[in-house]
């Protein structure tokens, strides 16, 4: 993540609830303040991981012809790891 530091002016009640909000929640001062900037809408939720479905789910059907039983026939196992 590419990361900029945002010096901000905030009065020492502001200071001592974040500090204290962060403690309870057990993350870091700049961890929290980022979650309430996604939930207000300033910036967006983090992408999600790919599942390795996600990668290649548009492959999914796309090739034509070949064998459609290639898991049930024992044919198609013959001289398989040999």
């Known amino acids: 993540m590419n990361t900029e530091t945002l010096a901000i002016r905030i009065s020492k009640s502001e200071r001592t609830a ?17 979650r309430a900037l996604r939930a207000y809408g300033v910036t ?12 290649i789910k548009h ?3 796309s090739c034509k012809g070949g ?5 049930t026939n024992p044919k198609h196992m013959e001289g398989y790891g040999r």
């Open 18 to 34: 974040i500090r204290k909000r962060a403690k309870q929640e057990k993350l870091s001062q700049g961890d929290l303040v980022r």
């Open 44 to 55: 967006p939720e983090p992408a999600k991981a790919k599942t390795g479905y996600d990668v």
């Open 59 to 61: 492959l999914i059907g």
């Open 67 to 71: 064998s459609t039983d290639l898991a």
